[in-house]
């Protein structure tokens, strides 16, 4: 599913592509950083089938949609396909993307150097989530929860009511 | 399942957690650093239920019994759940972990992050292999073990032999 | 399967191992260079069961020999078991290596210390791929074809033909 | 000398600061790829008198002034004292960055951080540069002009007469 | 200069050895985590005149006395020599340091082999700073310092006078 | 100075530069590497003015030549100018670096890109020390022996002499 728009003014669009499996505080921040920076941020949650989430690409959707509620200019789509392609649809200027660690790093550059040759025109843009999630990760928040752990401080509230419910199927398959 | 014990004295406890699937010389050399620094070693070998060892929870905590064998001051258990509570429950102070390249730094950085986060009074303490071992993984020791290569001087003799038998199952399993 | 060849001369022969899935315009560049350095350059297709590849052995063989066709001193073989065996069964002194960032040097480190560890007369030798297939790998095509992207510019033509047919099977089974 | 400025309105303004010793073709790339991002860019050419710098801080305002002429949205300006009361007094939304490898990141990383901590309102921002300039630096273009190498490619022609100038001289000192 | 010691018990004793040019607030945090891991912490100040210093030995040796003034168990004292001897001359155990980026663990690791090849029985451990000092250094302070930027919060406050000092000598000579 | 040599065959020559300040038996073990690799090693000692090193141009070189003595097919050279020019007027296919660390890595990449550019024909190969001197460098080496160590296992005999000599002379200026 792509989501299409139009764009017929000078906005400068940015999309903030991601697993979200499941979002975090340090997603959150990286939004709130980003929505200052450009006049619309698109949330794109991918599919991302081969990386068998633990949450379904809708309960991730609605997830990072309730997460999201309130913050201005910020849309949530679903998003399955061709980022470049993604953006050239939705006349998107700019890709967002965190940096956390030197392995980000490298990833993200290999990512936005193939970004680039297949849409030119589409800028690859690096944020610095805040200090106090750089440690944060979405494994991490799995880990902390499948093994009993408070993760309240880490995601925001529906999070942790959904992941309770999946730490406890995931303990009940063990 | 957590180890319980009492610590009334002011005696140092540092835990070695690991998945240790399987025990390498590169581990046995660590421990065998961490004695000299602390009062007591405690090595915990976790389930990790997630990363599908090669061998069972109880093979690897047998594994790591007969492999520490001997060595003064060192206790083995087994551990299914946070490392911050199992240091915690142990009044352990000190986590330990080997740092053998960059990669490993991150991830670990981003760990004791997190732990640090979970119980403050525990500290992660970051201590070199003996540079014959820096090259020493237990994924490597699996590699060369399934491809019918010689690791008797990598790993101590009693995996020697469980390694054979689980890599003559593999191999008919292929 | 092991390839058996008499050196009974002084040649310089390289060994350039990998799963090839697919084989890239990278590697490509990279088995150009190494001819130039070498005096023969055998390219050993991996069986690397454990990792799951996308094309069968003989598939990933077959479109390592078609891409390389027509490259003098160049042969291809299929290769399952140890690095370091083959290369001492080839009588190859060298094995080639490619590196593109931080995390490939890493893991190659690792592997070209062991290796000589279990052959000391066999070196490593890293090179560099052209600076235009840096961000390129084996994921980063299937990803792209995946999702449906043109991957022409990236693989050789045989190799678009058999993607665009396995990413219609994959596309299938989700 | 800092620059002041009025914005009285809700411009996006962004600063690229750096010490252009001398200014290359990457760094005239990442303007270029800047501008289009946001409404203004002020490129600020630090003193950095503590660098030794090859050329005066007034040699480099001209040459990187010279070399971005006619970029529309761009400003040149010489920039002392702190990069987090520069962006405060200009207004300015915006620190760019350019990405080029690990040790830059890692670098730019504890930048960052600092002026977040001087300037909460402050975004850095990372771009990566174009490919063809990932290898370029001031330093290796200083290095090829000493050892008389050809640099025309890799600056505009301006500093090309002027490294030429520089080269006689230190080549005259030596 | 190498201080003497008699150790006759079985205390474990730790060098933190730094140039401490000025101490900040990561170091003192790396003391204060120290501190309750062994019985005794030596902060080891050294000479370093290779690295040109901004401050003398003698004022750096003051000033983290003073910073560190009333924490239990902390011994300062000057330092010049090979650390592998200070330390097998102390009868201490093991040598502190802070690790904090990746460049800072590859030079690290090279120091650590090279002081174990040395002296065998000193194991160098390695600290990570509190997550707010992970973006400090003596070469920020310093920076911020010189363009009149508030280092308050980073250093102490007996090194927020000399810096200021320093300062103004630093602006006369420019 | 530019070494002139005629190479009317299809002899693999390969060069080696470095400043070899001083020559330490890292690189003495990577030039025994390369030696069964190519038909021709030119080892070739920089000039490396803007470094300010230790030892003079011609110490340096003659220390090279003293240290390599009897390796067959070994020649040493002092070398000033570009590498890419020194490699194309020897006719020389490959040039030869040595790896140790990520940061090595990065710089070594850069450079290998940049000669690429100036010199198509010459390839960058990278080689991997003796673990044993994973942790050894000039700079370690020049450090110890200041501070009044034992280099003698990391230098060849002649190198303690001269650096016994420099290491007297730096003390009394200090």
Request: aromatic share 8%.
């Amino acid at each position: 599913m792509v989501a299409k728009r139009i764009n017929g003014n000078k906005q400068k669009i940015a999309i903030y592509p991601g697993t979200f499996d499941p979002i975090t505080r340090g997603h959150i921040s990286l939004v709130q950083r980003a929505v200052h920076l450009f006049d619309q941020l698109i949330v794109a949650v991918s599919k991302n089938a081969g990386k068998a989430p633990l949450f379904s690409w809708n309960q991730r959707y609605l997830m990072v949609r309730k997460s999201l509620e309130g913050i201005p200019k910020v849309e949530v789509i679903k998003f399955d396909g061709l980022l470049a392609e993604l953006a050239r649809s939705l006349k998107a200027r700019v890709i967002i993307r965190g940096l956390r660690a030197v392995s980000d790093f490298e990833f993200e550059f290999q990512m936005a150097l193939m970004n680039r040759k297949m849409a030119r025109e589409v800028e690859t843009v690096f944020l610095m989530p805040s200090l106090s999630w750089v440690y944060l990760s979405s494994t991490v928040v799995k880990d902390i929860a499948v093994n009993g752990g408070d993760i309240s401080t880490l995601v925001p509230p529906s999070v942790v009511t959904m992941m309770a419910r999946k730490a406890r199927q995931s303990k009940k398959n063990r």
